[in-house]
């Protein structure tokens, strides 16, 4: 149900759907025993396979342009197991809304934060790249219970205010800071004074395939964000990759790889190529775990 207030000369101006959809829906399910949250999880899992067949054109043509070698049997498998894994990111996405700290532990570990240690003791950020593979919305929970720098993430605001305030709320409560697309280059610019781990996702695709970097990602030619290498040598921050492991259900270990950690000396393209395949590395180990439904691969590169 929406609720409007219609004003003269301006468009519906909804004033519950955020607010219902979080109190009757998110919220209550957030605080469901684990046995309740994974049967809903299967019941998802079946009716977005099975019943609406959600983005599957997008899905299986990603798979097969990513996977020419697969047979459509692999592929399927791939699929399956896909759908299986995107209701567990949505269940987990849920439940960091009320997760605590304890069960946030319990979920996530961290094999090495030590690795980023010795920046902070210089009083110095750093860059970290991550992409949408496993359990993207733990990681970013929960990076602040595991390293010294303060965790900021460069996220797109809801179109929904008080669903974007909401989430706001939650990642503060973890000590993290939420950056707006429009407010990076202020935050850079100003915000910056205490030692800061600025995480930038490397697998969205870019607004404008013009004001990118292209290069081959899954036998394909493609746009990457050229964010993270723009931001790295103008200020000099090592840039460090999170590979986020499945160890179990709902359970993941987050290792920190070393992409440079001096970025000012690195020729044009290596942070991008780099970390972009590092993820690649990752997504042909265990192909099931990356987000397909995104449309990774709606931009060609210009003549």
Known sequence: MQVVILIPNRK????????????LII???????DFIIDTLGA?????????????????????RNSFPDKTEAEIQVIAKRFYRHLATVFIDGVKSFSISKDELRENLVCEN?????KHYDEGKCVIITV??????????AGINLFIRHRAAVI???LSDEFLDRKLREV??????????TKGVKEFFRNEMKDPCAIAFAIDQSPASPERCYWMPFLNQETAVHFGAEKYAKEYNLPVYFARIIPISKHQYKLKFEVVTTNPAAEPYGFITEQSTRLLEDQIR??????????RRWKHKRPS
């Open 12 to 23: 519906p101006v909804s004033i519950l759907k955020g607010r219902l959809l979080y109190y």
């Open 27 to 33: 919220l209550p399910l957030s605080r469901c025993p």
């Open 43 to 63: 019941v998802l899992y079946f009716g977005l396979y099975f019943i609406v067949g959600y983005r599957k054109k997008v899905i299986f043509s990603n798979l």
């Open 113 to 117: 934060p030590e690795i980023l240690r």
């Open 131 to 140: 992409g949408h593979y496993s359990s993207w919305e733990l990681f970013l």
């Open 155 to 157: 996220y797109q605001p």
């Open 171 to 180: 990642r503060s409560d973890f000590r993290t800071i939420m950056i707006p």
């Open 285 to 294: 180990t265990q192909p099931e775990y990356w987000l397909w439904s995104h």
